[in-house]
Protein backbone atom coordinates (compact mmCIF):
# COMPACT_ATOMS: atom_id res chain seq x y z
CA UNK A 1 0.00 0.00 0.00
CA UNK A 2 0.80 3.78 -0.79
CA UNK A 3 2.98 4.80 2.15
CA UNK A 4 2.35 8.64 1.77
CA UNK A 5 -1.89 8.36 0.66
CA UNK A 6 -4.30 5.86 2.80
CA UNK A 7 -7.00 4.45 0.89
CA UNK A 8 -9.37 6.57 2.77
CA UNK A 9 -12.55 7.44 0.87
CA UNK A 10 -13.50 11.07 1.24
CA UNK A 11 -16.71 11.45 -0.56
CA UNK A 12 -18.13 9.54 -3.29
CA UNK A 13 -18.80 11.63 -7.21
CA UNK A 14 -21.56 9.84 -9.04
CA UNK A 15 -19.75 9.20 -12.04
CA UNK A 16 -23.48 9.98 -13.57
CA UNK A 17 -22.34 14.05 -13.56
CA UNK A 18 -19.40 13.68 -16.19
CA UNK A 19 -20.85 11.23 -18.76
CA UNK A 20 -25.06 11.80 -18.83
CA UNK A 21 -26.60 13.99 -21.26
CA UNK A 22 -29.39 14.87 -18.75
CA UNK A 23 -27.02 16.57 -16.47
CA UNK A 24 -24.96 18.16 -19.61
CA UNK A 25 -28.19 20.20 -20.01
CA UNK A 26 -28.62 20.89 -16.29
CA UNK A 27 -25.75 22.91 -16.20
CA UNK A 28 -26.35 24.52 -19.58
CA UNK A 29 -29.72 26.04 -17.85
CA UNK A 30 -28.54 26.04 -14.41
CA UNK A 31 -24.90 26.70 -14.30
CA UNK A 32 -23.45 28.28 -17.08
CA UNK A 33 -26.02 31.42 -17.45
CA UNK A 34 -26.22 32.02 -13.64
CA UNK A 35 -22.04 32.42 -13.20
CA UNK A 36 -19.56 34.92 -14.09
CA UNK A 37 -17.37 33.52 -16.93
CA UNK A 38 -13.81 34.60 -18.01
CA UNK A 39 -14.47 35.96 -22.13
CA UNK A 40 -11.22 37.15 -23.09
CA UNK A 41 -8.26 39.69 -21.62
CA UNK A 42 -8.56 43.27 -22.50
CA UNK A 43 -5.38 42.91 -24.51
CA UNK A 44 -7.78 40.84 -27.08
CA UNK A 45 -9.90 44.20 -28.03
CA UNK A 46 -7.10 46.62 -27.14
CA UNK A 47 -8.75 49.69 -29.48
CA UNK A 48 -12.02 51.11 -30.50
CA UNK A 49 -13.83 48.72 -32.89
CA UNK A 50 -12.07 45.88 -31.89
CA UNK A 51 -14.20 42.61 -30.37
CA UNK A 52 -13.88 39.50 -29.39
CA UNK A 53 -16.45 36.53 -29.22
CA UNK A 54 -16.97 34.52 -26.12
CA UNK A 55 -18.74 30.80 -27.13
CA UNK A 56 -19.53 28.49 -24.58
CA UNK A 57 -22.46 25.86 -25.79
CA UNK A 58 -25.23 27.48 -27.01
CA UNK A 59 -24.27 30.38 -25.74
CA UNK A 60 -22.16 33.41 -27.56
CA UNK A 61 -21.18 36.82 -26.44
CA UNK A 62 -19.06 39.57 -28.13
CA UNK A 63 -17.15 42.05 -26.56
CA UNK A 64 -17.17 45.00 -28.31
CA UNK A 65 -14.34 47.95 -27.71
CA UNK A 66 -16.44 51.03 -28.36
CA UNK A 67 -15.63 54.61 -30.00
CA UNK A 68 -15.59 55.90 -26.73
CA UNK A 69 -13.06 53.55 -25.74
CA UNK A 70 -16.02 51.71 -23.49
CA UNK A 71 -15.70 48.08 -23.15
CA UNK A 72 -19.17 46.15 -23.61
CA UNK A 73 -20.68 42.72 -23.59
CA UNK A 74 -23.64 41.83 -25.86
CA UNK A 75 -25.54 38.74 -26.44
CA UNK A 76 -24.24 37.68 -29.90
CA UNK A 77 -28.20 37.19 -31.38
CA UNK A 78 -29.48 40.10 -33.57
CA UNK A 79 -32.92 41.24 -32.24
CA UNK A 80 -34.78 40.71 -35.55
CA UNK A 81 -34.35 36.89 -35.85
CA UNK A 82 -31.53 35.39 -33.90
CA UNK A 83 -29.01 35.30 -35.97
CA UNK A 84 -25.30 35.67 -34.68
CA UNK A 85 -24.12 38.96 -35.30
CA UNK A 86 -20.09 37.87 -35.36
CA UNK A 87 -17.88 35.17 -35.78
CA UNK A 88 -14.49 34.88 -34.16
CA UNK A 89 -12.38 38.34 -33.42
CA UNK A 90 -11.40 40.83 -35.27
CA UNK A 91 -10.81 45.03 -35.36
CA UNK A 92 -12.49 48.21 -37.30
CA UNK A 93 -15.86 47.80 -36.52
CA UNK A 94 -17.62 51.12 -37.18
CA UNK A 95 -21.05 49.24 -36.33
CA UNK A 96 -21.97 45.56 -35.93
CA UNK A 97 -24.35 44.66 -38.83
CA UNK A 98 -26.22 41.90 -38.84
CA UNK A 99 -25.31 39.32 -41.81
CA UNK A 100 -28.65 38.01 -41.90
CA UNK A 101 -31.04 40.93 -43.08
CA UNK A 102 -28.87 43.92 -42.44
CA UNK A 103 -29.74 45.26 -39.01
CA UNK A 104 -27.06 47.58 -37.70
CA UNK A 105 -26.68 49.13 -34.54
CA UNK A 106 -23.67 51.03 -32.85
CA UNK A 107 -21.01 49.95 -30.61
CA UNK A 108 -22.85 51.15 -27.80
CA UNK A 109 -25.86 48.19 -28.99
CA UNK A 110 -28.34 51.02 -30.16
CA UNK A 111 -30.83 50.23 -32.99
CA UNK A 112 -32.05 54.07 -32.84
CA UNK A 113 -35.30 54.70 -32.53
CA UNK A 114 -37.43 53.50 -29.72
CA UNK A 115 -34.76 51.70 -28.36
CA UNK A 116 -37.11 48.66 -28.37
CA UNK A 117 -34.47 46.54 -30.38
CA UNK A 118 -31.35 47.41 -28.82
CA UNK A 119 -28.72 44.45 -28.54
CA UNK A 120 -29.11 42.75 -25.63
CA UNK A 121 -26.23 43.88 -22.90
CA UNK A 122 -24.31 41.53 -20.75
CA UNK A 123 -23.17 42.37 -17.40
CA UNK A 124 -19.06 42.85 -17.84
CA UNK A 125 -16.30 43.19 -15.41
CA UNK A 126 -12.77 43.67 -15.22
CA UNK A 127 -10.06 42.60 -13.06
CA UNK A 128 -6.06 42.56 -13.39
CA UNK A 129 -6.77 42.43 -17.05
CA UNK A 130 -9.43 39.87 -17.48
CA UNK A 131 -12.77 40.33 -18.59
CA UNK A 132 -15.53 38.30 -17.04
CA UNK A 133 -19.26 38.39 -18.73
CA UNK A 134 -22.08 37.64 -16.55
CA UNK A 135 -25.32 36.44 -18.57
CA UNK A 136 -27.99 37.40 -15.28
CA UNK A 137 -28.81 40.83 -15.38
CA UNK A 138 -28.41 41.52 -11.98
CA UNK A 139 -26.96 39.69 -8.91
CA UNK A 140 -23.46 40.06 -7.05
CA UNK A 141 -20.78 42.17 -8.74
CA UNK A 142 -17.60 40.39 -10.20
CA UNK A 143 -15.61 41.46 -6.96
CA UNK A 144 -18.22 39.58 -4.65
CA UNK A 145 -17.75 36.45 -7.16
CA UNK A 146 -13.60 36.30 -6.86
CA UNK A 147 -13.83 36.43 -3.03
CA UNK A 148 -10.57 36.23 -1.85
CA UNK A 149 -8.65 35.31 -5.22
CA UNK A 150 -7.65 38.90 -6.20
CA UNK A 151 -6.49 39.85 -2.74
CA UNK A 152 -4.01 36.60 -2.63
CA UNK A 153 -3.01 37.47 -6.16
CA UNK A 154 -2.18 41.09 -6.21
CA UNK A 155 1.75 40.32 -5.70
CA UNK A 156 1.81 38.80 -8.79
CA UNK A 157 1.00 41.74 -10.79
CA UNK A 158 -1.27 39.73 -13.48
CA UNK A 159 -2.18 42.84 -15.32
CA UNK A 160 1.91 43.43 -16.05
CA UNK A 161 1.36 40.12 -18.02
CA UNK A 162 0.91 39.51 -21.74
CA UNK A 163 -0.67 37.01 -23.20
CA UNK A 164 0.90 36.58 -26.61
CA UNK A 165 -1.16 32.98 -27.86
CA UNK A 166 -4.38 31.25 -26.91
CA UNK A 167 -4.46 28.13 -27.80
CA UNK A 168 -7.81 25.69 -28.05
CA UNK A 169 -7.16 22.08 -27.91
CA UNK A 170 -10.64 19.54 -28.20
CA UNK A 171 -10.42 16.59 -25.93
CA UNK A 172 -12.53 13.80 -25.89
CA UNK A 173 -13.66 14.32 -22.31
CA UNK A 174 -16.36 16.29 -20.22
CA UNK A 175 -15.38 19.77 -19.04
CA UNK A 176 -14.77 19.19 -15.73
CA UNK A 177 -12.54 16.43 -16.13
CA UNK A 178 -10.05 19.21 -16.99
CA UNK A 179 -10.68 20.63 -13.74
CA UNK A 180 -10.71 17.59 -11.64
CA UNK A 181 -6.89 17.04 -13.33
CA UNK A 182 -5.08 20.17 -12.33
CA UNK A 183 -7.10 20.08 -8.97
CA UNK A 184 -4.71 17.36 -7.56
CA UNK A 185 -1.52 16.30 -6.92
CA UNK A 186 -2.19 12.70 -6.39
CA UNK A 187 -1.40 11.75 -9.67
CA UNK A 188 1.97 13.34 -9.71
CA UNK A 189 3.61 10.66 -8.74
CA UNK A 190 2.33 8.16 -11.61
CA UNK A 191 1.24 10.09 -14.67
CA UNK A 192 4.07 13.24 -13.84
CA UNK A 193 7.07 11.11 -12.36
CA UNK A 194 9.30 13.61 -14.08
CA UNK A 195 8.57 16.04 -11.72
CA UNK A 196 9.01 14.46 -8.32
CA UNK A 197 12.86 15.25 -7.60
CA UNK A 198 12.10 18.85 -8.03
CA UNK A 199 8.89 19.48 -5.78
CA UNK A 200 7.04 17.89 -3.37
CA UNK A 201 3.56 16.25 -4.71
CA UNK A 202 2.50 15.18 -0.71
CA UNK A 203 2.92 17.94 1.70
CA UNK A 204 0.34 20.28 -0.32
CA UNK A 205 -1.62 22.80 1.40
CA UNK A 206 -5.28 23.43 0.27
CA UNK A 207 -7.44 25.92 1.20
CA UNK A 208 -11.08 25.74 0.09
CA UNK A 209 -13.05 28.99 -0.13
CA UNK A 210 -16.54 29.90 -0.66
CA UNK A 211 -17.04 28.65 -4.41
CA UNK A 212 -12.95 28.52 -5.10
CA UNK A 213 -9.84 26.74 -3.73
CA UNK A 214 -5.81 26.71 -3.75
CA UNK A 215 -3.03 24.44 -3.40
CA UNK A 216 0.65 25.59 -3.29
CA UNK A 217 2.91 23.01 -4.73
CA UNK A 218 6.71 23.38 -3.43
CA UNK A 219 9.58 23.70 -5.74
CA UNK A 220 13.19 23.15 -5.18
CA UNK A 221 12.87 19.90 -3.07
CA UNK A 222 12.17 16.52 -4.19
CA UNK A 223 9.01 14.54 -3.48
CA UNK A 224 8.93 12.42 -0.09
CA UNK A 225 8.52 9.35 -2.01
CA UNK A 226 12.21 9.98 -3.34
CA UNK A 227 15.77 10.38 -1.90
CA UNK A 228 17.46 14.16 -2.03
CA UNK A 229 19.75 14.09 -5.10
CA UNK A 230 20.74 17.03 -6.69
CA UNK A 231 21.49 16.29 -9.58
CA UNK A 232 18.26 14.66 -10.31
CA UNK A 233 16.71 17.76 -8.95
CA UNK A 234 18.66 19.86 -10.79
CA UNK A 235 17.68 18.09 -14.40
CA UNK A 236 13.55 18.21 -13.11
CA UNK A 237 14.07 21.76 -12.82
CA UNK A 238 15.50 22.82 -16.22
CA UNK A 239 13.19 20.36 -17.81
CA UNK A 240 10.45 21.26 -15.82
CA UNK A 241 10.32 25.11 -15.11
CA UNK A 242 13.47 26.09 -16.80
CA UNK A 243 12.00 28.62 -18.78
CA UNK A 244 12.02 30.25 -14.89
CA UNK A 245 16.02 30.70 -15.56
CA UNK A 246 15.15 32.21 -18.78
CA UNK A 247 15.76 29.54 -21.09
CA UNK A 248 12.45 27.85 -22.63
CA UNK A 249 10.23 25.67 -21.97
CA UNK A 250 10.91 21.91 -22.51
CA UNK A 251 14.90 22.37 -22.52
CA UNK A 252 15.86 18.78 -23.84
CA UNK A 253 15.46 16.59 -20.75
CA UNK A 254 19.12 14.47 -22.11
CA UNK A 255 21.55 17.73 -22.49
CA UNK A 256 20.44 20.00 -19.27
CA UNK A 257 22.71 22.95 -18.89
CA UNK A 258 25.56 21.68 -16.33
CA UNK A 259 24.66 22.22 -12.70
CA UNK A 260 26.12 25.20 -10.81
CA UNK A 261 28.85 24.99 -8.36
CA UNK A 262 27.21 25.47 -5.05
CA UNK A 263 28.40 27.40 -2.15
CA UNK A 264 29.32 26.07 0.91
CA UNK A 265 26.52 26.18 3.36
CA UNK A 266 24.39 27.03 0.45
CA UNK A 267 21.99 23.74 -0.56
CA UNK A 268 20.70 23.61 -4.06
CA UNK A 269 17.47 25.32 -3.66
CA UNK A 270 19.03 28.31 -2.13
CA UNK A 271 21.15 28.14 -5.97
CA UNK A 272 17.48 28.01 -7.56
CA UNK A 273 16.19 30.79 -5.49
CA UNK A 274 18.67 33.11 -6.87
CA UNK A 275 18.46 31.79 -10.41
CA UNK A 276 15.21 32.07 -10.53
CA UNK A 277 15.29 35.86 -8.62
CA UNK A 278 17.39 37.16 -10.51
CA UNK A 279 15.81 36.36 -13.56
CA UNK A 280 12.61 38.26 -11.91
CA UNK A 281 14.60 40.97 -11.28
CA UNK A 282 15.35 41.51 -15.24
CA UNK A 283 11.22 41.32 -15.54
CA UNK A 284 10.19 43.63 -13.12
CA UNK A 285 10.56 45.81 -10.05
CA UNK A 286 7.69 44.28 -8.39
CA UNK A 287 9.54 41.08 -7.60
CA UNK A 288 12.64 43.03 -6.15
CA UNK A 289 11.81 41.92 -2.57
CA UNK A 290 10.01 38.37 -3.41
CA UNK A 291 10.89 35.49 -0.50
CA UNK A 292 11.96 31.94 -1.26
CA UNK A 293 8.48 30.67 -1.36
CA UNK A 294 7.26 33.18 -3.51
CA UNK A 295 9.94 32.59 -5.54
CA UNK A 296 10.37 29.13 -6.58
CA UNK A 297 6.49 27.94 -5.68
CA UNK A 298 3.94 27.33 -7.87
CA UNK A 299 0.57 28.87 -6.74
CA UNK A 300 -2.70 27.53 -7.88
CA UNK A 301 -6.21 28.78 -7.67
CA UNK A 302 -8.83 27.07 -9.13
CA UNK A 303 -12.22 29.60 -9.96
CA UNK A 304 -15.26 28.06 -9.87
CA UNK A 305 -16.45 27.06 -12.74
CA UNK A 306 -13.96 26.38 -15.44
CA UNK A 307 -10.58 28.64 -14.40
CA UNK A 308 -7.45 27.03 -13.53
CA UNK A 309 -5.05 29.66 -12.19
CA UNK A 310 -1.37 28.14 -12.49
CA UNK A 311 0.96 31.48 -11.03
CA UNK A 312 4.68 31.25 -10.61
CA UNK A 313 6.37 34.92 -10.60
CA UNK A 314 6.66 35.75 -14.33
CA UNK A 315 4.78 33.37 -15.41
CA UNK A 316 1.14 31.93 -15.18
CA UNK A 317 -0.97 29.49 -17.28
CA UNK A 318 -4.60 30.03 -17.34
CA UNK A 319 -6.45 27.01 -17.96
CA UNK A 320 -10.55 27.43 -18.92
CA UNK A 321 -12.66 24.14 -20.34
CA UNK A 322 -15.75 25.09 -22.15
CA UNK A 323 -18.24 21.87 -22.75
CA UNK A 324 -18.29 20.85 -25.93
CA UNK A 325 -21.61 19.93 -28.00
CA UNK A 326 -21.50 16.06 -25.54
CA UNK A 327 -21.07 15.67 -22.40
CA UNK A 328 -17.65 13.45 -23.60
CA UNK A 329 -16.05 16.60 -25.59
CA UNK A 330 -14.42 19.81 -24.35
CA UNK A 331 -12.67 22.63 -25.16
CA UNK A 332 -9.48 23.55 -23.62
CA UNK A 333 -8.31 27.04 -24.11
CA UNK A 334 -4.77 27.59 -22.79
CA UNK A 335 -4.15 31.25 -21.62
CA UNK A 336 -0.44 31.60 -21.16
CA UNK A 337 1.01 34.75 -20.00
CA UNK A 338 4.63 35.69 -19.88
CA UNK A 339 5.58 39.06 -17.45
CA UNK A 340 8.06 40.92 -20.44
CA UNK A 341 10.83 42.77 -19.42
CA UNK A 342 10.38 47.19 -20.15
CA UNK A 343 10.02 47.86 -23.59
CA UNK A 344 9.76 44.48 -24.85
CA UNK A 345 7.92 44.27 -28.31
CA UNK A 346 5.42 42.60 -27.27
CA UNK A 347 3.93 43.89 -24.95
CA UNK A 348 0.22 44.04 -24.27
CA UNK A 349 -0.06 42.70 -28.20
CA UNK A 350 -3.29 41.29 -28.93
CA UNK A 351 -3.49 37.27 -28.60
CA UNK A 352 -3.78 35.32 -31.58
CA UNK A 353 -5.95 32.39 -31.09
CA UNK A 354 -5.77 29.28 -32.73
CA UNK A 355 -7.47 25.46 -32.71
CA UNK A 356 -4.51 22.63 -32.09
CA UNK A 357 -4.99 18.65 -32.29
CA UNK A 358 -4.34 16.70 -28.94
CA UNK A 359 -1.14 15.74 -29.99
CA UNK A 360 0.14 19.00 -30.76
CA UNK A 361 -0.13 20.37 -26.84
CA UNK A 362 3.71 18.48 -26.53
CA UNK A 363 4.70 21.73 -27.39
CA UNK A 364 3.74 22.80 -24.19
CA UNK A 365 5.63 20.68 -21.86
CA UNK A 366 5.70 17.32 -21.05
CA UNK A 367 3.33 17.75 -18.19
CA UNK A 368 0.77 19.47 -20.33
CA UNK A 369 1.16 16.46 -22.87
CA UNK A 370 0.74 13.86 -20.49
CA UNK A 371 -2.68 15.20 -19.26
CA UNK A 372 -4.06 15.74 -22.03
CA UNK A 373 -3.35 12.04 -23.19
CA UNK A 374 -4.72 10.94 -19.62
CA UNK A 375 -7.96 12.72 -20.20
CA UNK A 376 -9.87 10.75 -23.09
CA UNK A 377 -8.75 7.68 -21.07
CA UNK A 378 -10.36 8.54 -17.90
CA UNK A 379 -13.86 9.52 -19.84
CA UNK A 380 -13.93 6.03 -21.51
CA UNK A 381 -13.46 4.56 -18.10
CA UNK A 382 -16.19 6.14 -16.60
CA UNK A 383 -19.12 5.82 -19.20
CA UNK A 384 -18.49 1.81 -19.00
CA UNK A 385 -21.31 0.76 -18.03
CA UNK A 386 -21.35 -0.04 -14.06
CA UNK A 387 -19.11 2.49 -13.36
CA UNK A 388 -21.19 4.56 -11.03
CA UNK A 389 -19.21 6.35 -8.34
CA UNK A 390 -15.81 7.85 -8.09
CA UNK A 391 -14.08 7.93 -4.61
CA UNK A 392 -12.29 10.67 -3.67
CA UNK A 393 -9.37 11.11 -1.37
CA UNK A 394 -8.55 13.28 0.71
CA UNK A 395 -6.16 14.87 -1.20
CA UNK A 396 -8.70 15.36 -3.72
CA UNK A 397 -11.00 17.67 -1.61
CA UNK A 398 -11.06 20.16 -4.00
CA UNK A 399 -12.81 18.43 -6.37
CA UNK A 400 -15.40 16.52 -4.23
CA UNK A 401 -15.63 20.92 -3.84
CA UNK A 402 -16.63 21.78 -6.72
CA UNK A 403 -19.41 19.68 -6.35
CA UNK A 404 -20.32 20.67 -3.43
CA UNK A 405 -20.35 24.08 -5.50
CA UNK A 406 -22.26 22.84 -8.20
CA UNK A 407 -24.86 21.54 -5.97
CA UNK A 408 -25.77 24.99 -4.71
CA UNK A 409 -26.37 26.19 -8.68
CA UNK A 410 -28.22 23.09 -10.01
CA UNK A 411 -30.27 21.96 -6.88
CA UNK A 412 -28.65 18.99 -6.43
CA UNK A 413 -27.81 16.24 -4.79
CA UNK A 414 -24.99 13.92 -4.32
CA UNK A 415 -26.64 11.45 -1.67
CA UNK A 416 -29.59 11.77 -3.35
CA UNK A 417 -28.41 10.88 -7.14
CA UNK A 418 -25.87 7.90 -5.25
CA UNK A 419 -29.24 6.90 -2.97
CA UNK A 420 -27.67 7.60 -0.37
CA UNK A 421 -30.63 9.40 0.90
FE1 LIG B 1 -1.48 16.27 -14.29
Request: proline letters at 7%; glycine letters at 8%.
Amino acid sequence: MDTVHSDEILRRIPAARYVDRAWQDREAAHLWPQVWQFACTVDCVPNPGDWWEYRLGAMSAIIVRGQDGALRAFQNACTHRASPLLDGAGCGLNAITCPFHGWTFDLAGRRGGSGKFDLKSLRLGVWAGMIFVDWRSEGESLEEFLGVVPGELAWVGMEQFTCRHVITIPIACNWKLVMDAFNEVYHIHTVHPQLLPAADDVNVPIRLFDRHSYFEQTFGVPSPRLKHDDDAMWRAFIENVGHRIGGTLAVDPSAPPPMPAIQQGDTLKDVLTRLVGDHLRTLSPIYADLDQRHILNDFHYYVFPNLIFNIFAGWIGINRARPGDTPDTCYFDLWSFDLLPPGHAAMHVKPVASTITPEAAAAFGRVMMQDVELLPRLQRGMSQPGVEVLNLTPSEIRIGHMHQTLDRYLGSSVAAELGED
